[in-house]
């Protein structure tokens, strides 16, 4: 939720097209800048921070199907990501990217609110097991 309220205050600003023929400019100045460099380095730790994630899950979830389920499942995250992209791309282009920022705002406090009616159903004392 911090990075959807974080990229909501990017500035909206559009750079010129690049004219044919111009020579190109090194990129290695930008790579040696600080801010750059601790940008890749929290990109670097928060991939690192998925494997424990990944852990879990694995431990956790991946007895519940067989490998070629898994297969599926994966599958089917995968095209709803990408439907979900293209969706993206035409809010941004018809309503701009304001409209993009509360989309997902809107789909975060949804999310929030199933984990936490989850957590209740769990610590409730029927538990998730005599649910329906």
């Known amino acids: 939720m911090v990075a959807v309220l974080a990229a909501y205050g990017l500035s909206d600003a559009k750079e010129a097209p690049h004219q044919h ?17 601790w940008l890749f380095a929290s990109i670097f ?5 998925h494997m424990g ?9 991946l007895p519940r199907f067989t490998l070629t389920g898994w297969l599926v499942v994966c599958a089917a995250v995968m095209a709803f990501h990408m439907v ?7 809010m941004g282009e018809h ?11 809107i789909t975060s406090l949804l999310a929030l609110g ?3 009616a989850v957590w209740r159903l769990q610590h ?3 538990g998730l097991k005599e649910l329906p």
């Open 21 to 37: 023929g111009e020579a190109a400019t090194s990129i290695l100045p930008v790579l040696r800048q600080p801010q750059v460099q």
């Open 45 to 49: 730790f928060h991939v690192l921070s």
């Open 53 to 61: 994630i990944y852990t879990f899950s694995r431990s956790t979830w």
């Open 84 to 90: 979900g992209s293209v969706l993206g791309g035409l």
């Open 95 to 105: 309503w701009g990217l304001g409209s993009i920022f509360w989309a997902t705002a």
């Open 114 to 116: 199933c984990a936490v």
């Open 124 to 126: 409730s004392p029927q």
